[in-house]
């Protein structure tokens, strides 16, 4: 049958017989000669029926619409002075059909393929008409190369591909599990993995030293761009080891996959600590495609006369006054702009957001009279303030204050007037030594899962325990992360203890790892990087349902298959479930 992909096919194939197969993409009746664009997964060819070359092919062409499954045979040669497209790939040449088969017919088809203005429930709809756009095909070409590299720069690292269980215990893990009902075990369930965090463990344990998967995990979240309840993550991890050489294979592993796509980077990637990637820039996953850092100056808030200020000044443990300055901000957004962004703040929790400009004769703004002439000097001169840079500032409780300092340091640089984001540019960083625990609502919780290992316990406030952890971050997006792991039962024990985990529910809940710890646990460490969420920025997408073959809705739905669904009752009654009637308001 075909002898050839459409874009295979350029002028050094004229004079050739050829066979392709594909789609009619569009369909040109132009003064008896009729031109179809056939599309396969490669691209667009023209096919050109003349009557006078074969009036059988001429014949069936009439009957030619779009999205018909087309066999075409001919013969390639060059379009001719002024007739090609540069637009196509094979733009010079076409293929004058001698013989031309009609596979299959299509129905109206609901939008045109390769049109990106189609809303997303039609998309998803329809998704394997979308797929028919080359231009996803090339994301899921990509996808698989990245997958294929990724195998082999493991294998060569002598790490050993095993799949772990999909139907496993539910565990907390900081995300609602998808239960699953069991038919032979009645008012029990199973969990589908949120990762094959304890598994991988347990397979170390066992002594497979060096181990990794490309595995499916399950999350019962709320979503967004870069979250969907089934996602794909490259897991790994590996026995007798230390952080550094956990980051060293990361790093291998990423430089692979990205050479696959046609893409060099060059390890090793940059490091900041937690404490400095929030001091600085607000967020545990900082964009380093451009400055904008943010300084603190609280300490000569805490001199100045506003009441307000200086009182947040006095408790430098608990609050923040950060200042981030934006290079020529005065020459390019107004007073009444400027005032607005206290709008975009206020919704992340700021009590408000006061700012200072630097004119010709110094700096200026409303809180400037709250200030000895030494200390604006000395802002001017912390902040390197130059004519016209604008200098915001945000007060308040530290965590508030870095989370809306962060958000709007994004926001301005993403700012159609300031445009300080480099699209090309893929800056890596690894953050690292991330607190060990989080108190929220008076209750201590991991900040990663509580079988990372501590750097130590020996701390009066247990916000300021670090553990072996690092997360790698790329263009402000976390590609993923992991740490060094608890391998000993007792500091296992002691790290529960610390989350308020009883022994009996710790037993109920880990027991199967707490016992294996007892045998001999070798130290161990691994990471994981979500494989969805790579793809999507090597790809330049803005979602990760755009490099997933069949993805849910932000729902969680999924329209193509009308998924979940109603089922009948006697496949509840087989599970032992009985739903609850639904009161109707």
């Known amino acids: ?20 197969t594909g789609w009619a993409n569009n369909y040109r009746d132009h003064g008896g000669i009729i031109f179809i664009d056939l599309r396969d997964k ?3 060819i023209q096919l050109t029926c003349d009557p006078a070359d074969s009036q059988e092919a001429h014949k069936v062409a009439n009957n030619v619409r779009d999205e018909y499954v087309l066999i075409a045979k001919g013969k390639v040669r060059l379009r001719g002075e002024g007739l090609t497209n540069p637009r196509l790939k094979t733009g010079a040449i076409e293929i004058v059909v001698d013989e031309l088969i009609i596979e299959n017919k299509s129905a109206p088809v609901p939008f045109v393929i390769g049109d990106k203005n189609v809303g997303e429930e039609t998309r998803l709809k329809y998704r394997y008409l979308e797929l028919r756009d080359p231009d996803m095909y090339e994301v899921f070409r990509l996808r698989s190369k990245a997958a294929i590299a990724a195998r082999n720069v493991l294998d060569a690292n002598g790490f050993l591909e095993v799949e772990t269980p999909i139907l496993t215990k539910s565990t907390p893990e900081g995300a609602r599990d998808y239960l699953v009902p069991s038919r032979v075990h009645n008012g029990e369930f199973y969990a589908l993995p949120q990762s094959p965090q304890l598994f991988k463990q347990l397979l170390m344990v066992g002594g497979f030293d060096r181990y990794f998967q490309i595995a499916k995990c399950f999350r019962d979240e709320d979503l967004r761009a870069d979250r969907q309840p089934e996602f794909t993550q490259i897991d790994v991890e590996m026995s007798f080891c230390n952080q550094e050489d956990v980051i060293k294979v990361a790093e291998d592993l990423l430089e692979g996959m990205f050479k696959a796509c046609g893409i060099d980077i060059k390890p090793p990637f940059n ?28 300490d000569i808030f805490e001199r100045c006369d506003n009441e307000i200020f200086s009182k947040i000044a006095q408790q430098p443990h608990k609050n923040r006054i950060k200042a981030l300055k934006v290079p020529g901000a005065d020459l390019v957004f107004s007073k009444r702009e400027m005032k607005g962004f206290e709008d975009f703040v206020r919704k992340f929790g700021a009590q408000g957001l006061g700012y200072f400009q630097m004119k010709e004769d110094g700096l200026k703004g409303p809180l400037i009279k709250f200030f000895t002439e030494d200390d604006i000097n000395l802002l001017t001169e912390r902040l390197d303030m130059q004519v016209g840079d604008v200098v915001f500032f945000g007060a308040g409780e530290k965590k508030v204050v870095w989370d809306y300092m962060g958000r709007f340091r994004n926001f ?7 445009n300080l984001v480099d699209e090309n540019a893929y800056e890596f960083v690894w953050v690292v030594d991330f607190p060990m625990f989080e108190v929220e609502d008076g209750r201590v919780k991991a900040l990663h899962h509580p079988f990372t290992q501590p750097k130590d316990t020996d701390k009066d406030d247990v ?9 790698i971050v790329l263009n402000g997006t976390e590609l993923g992360g992991g740490s ?36 001999g646990a070798p130290p161990h460490g691994g990471f994981a990087i979500g494989f969805d969420r790579l793809m999507m920025l090597i790809s330049k997408k803005s979602s990760i349902r755009d490099v997933i073959a069949f993805p849910k809705t932000q729902k969680a739905s999924c329209v193509l298959t ?24």
Request: proline share 2%; charged share 35%.
């Open 1 to 20: 049958m075909r002898t050839h992909y459409c874009t295979d096919l350029n002028e050094t194939n004229v004079g050739e017989d050829v066979v392709l």
């Open 42 to 44: 490669t691209g667009l």
């Open 271 to 298: 490091r900041i600590t937690y404490k400095e990637a929030m001091e600085k820039y607000g967020s545990d996953k900082p964009d380093l495609r451009y400055g904008l850092e943010m300084v603190d100056v609280i």
């Open 412 to 418: 301005i640089a993403e700012h159609e007037k300031m």
């Open 463 to 471: 916000e300021e325990i670090e553990s072996i952890a690092y997360d």
């Open 484 to 519: 060094i792991r608890i391998h000993k039962e007792e500091v296992q024990e002691e790290i529960f203890k610390l989350l308020g985990i009883e022994e009996e529910e710790a037993q109920e809940k880990f027991g199967f790892l707490l016992d294996a710890l007892k045998f």
């Open 562 to 585: 009308d998924a979940p669904s109603e089922v009948d009752n006697a496949q509840l009654r087989d599970l032992h479930i009985r739903l609850r009637e639904q009161v109707k308001a």
